[in-house]
């Protein structure tokens, strides 16, 4: 068993993140759920961290997850988190961007990055705003699917698709 401390050491390949930011959730510690990882979910958080997190990052700025992984029970327990969400399996990460507007960093990661599996431009009522993005590293069985979608209040349980166009449109309104 590593120290624990290790959870707070940079993720090698993503100085800006470390284990910890992507595994603490206060609903978890709320309701004293476990939220561990095994080991094919935490590699597949490196995975994303490194691809996507990190060069994000580097390009604009602060960003801060707001939920990486999530346990079974954790996820059940989720308000409105889909049974079979990615971020089960360490797939997918919850962006808050500190510097740019989420439809800004959305539009960057489908610019940018070479393969992802949903990104998912999210709004809620009361202003809060980020992008789920999912990623699945090489050789795992599904294909990445590269959909880009929304979620807004009035969707409802629907993820509408919207396209690059849409998304320039929004983040052009924002900065
Ligand atoms: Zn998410």
New binding site residues.
Partial sequence: MPPLNCLYEKIPGAKNFTMHELLRSARAERLGIPNVPDLNSCARLIHITQEIAQPARDALGKIVVS?GFRSPLLNMATPG?SLT???QFGA???LQPKKVSAPELALWIVTYCEVWDQV?Y?RRPGGGE?V?V?LYPPGSPAPNRMQIRRHWPKDGDDYPHINRAQLAAWACARS
Avoid: F, R
């Fill in positions: 939920s988190a969400s990615a971020h997918a990460l919850d998912i999210e980020w789920h999912s």
